[in-house]
């Protein structure tokens, strides 16, 4: 069904400090939120998507220009614009930010070791908007590089948003983690907020990452959201950084 949200018809239903470019993105992203374009589809032209809402080229052309700078939308010059996939080998790089020291961009391997569904402790049920005790799929896996573990993690999820998903589906396949979420369940990640500190490596820490008892590791919790702001997992990791570095992009 066509929606039409003319300028006129905009200003009488929405805030005046609501661009309508802004308006519009909202209308996209409640696309993609609803399924409309799947990950990796390409989206209507801006002048197609222009006529359906009934603004501008120039509006539409602002609104996919900011999607796109939030790795919602990808332009392709000469193919035109797609929604975003965790398929996307770059995508990989967004979320995963420990680099060799020597700055090479050395592929992961995912070990997971555990899948079980817990009872959420009431810190993961404020992080994923819970309520304490609410179902949870817990996972444990290490991630290496060059056969070396470095990161130990500690992931949790929503159980009713991920049914059915075992150990060994996690272990079959060399997709991504946040590939196999999409693909399999139709939850993309869309963006993730973390916080990083310094702490002393535990005993069952330091067993995995071969390093001694109290060793200096980097954790850093993450909590990932999907759209509508909605967050879908949190996680620890453990991060062992004798010869590796976190590497956050400012610009």
């Not at 990161?151 to 009713?160: F, T």
């Not at 959201?225 to 453990?238: F, K």
Request: proline share 6%; with cysteine; aromatic share 8%.
């Amino acid at each position: 069904m066509t929606q039409d949200i003319s300028p006129s018809v905009a200003r009488a239903t929405a805030p005046t400090f609501s661009p309508l470019y802004r308006q519009i993105k909202d209308f996209l992203v409640d696309c993609l939120a609803r399924g409309e374009w799947g990950p990796g589809a390409a989206i209507p032209s801006e002048a197609e998507l222009a006529q359906r809402f009934n603004v501008s080229q120039g509006t539409v052309r602002k609104a996919i220009d900011e999607m796109a700078a939030e790795n919602l939308l990808v332009r392709r010059q000469g193919k035109g614009t797609f929604v975003a996939s965790h398929d996307d080998p770059r995508s990989h790089y967004r979320f995963l930010r420990l680099i060799p020291d020597d700055g090479s961009m050395v592929e992961s391997h995912s070990e997971p070791f555990a899948c079980a569904v817990q009872e959420a402790a009431p810190e993961v049920a404020a992080a994923l908007q819970l309520e304490t005790g609410a179902p949870v799929i817990v996972i444990k896996r290490l991630l290496s590089f060059a056969g070396k573990s470095v990161i130990y993690d500690q992931i949790y999820l929503p159980a009713g948003q991920f049914p059915g998903l075992t150990l060994e589906t996690l272990r079959a396949g060399e997709r991504s983690f946040y590939s196999l979420l999409e693909n399999d369940f139709g939850v993309r990640m869309i963006h993730a907020e973390e916080r990083l500190r310094a702490v002393a490596a535990d005993a069952e820490s330091a067993g995995l990452l071969a390093v001694a008892e109290g060793s200096p590791l980097l954790l850093v919790e993450r909590t990932a959201y999907t759209y509508g702001n909605q967050p879908v997992e949190w996680r620890r990791g453990l991060y062992l950084t004798t010869a590796h570095y976190y590497r956050n992009d400012l610009g």
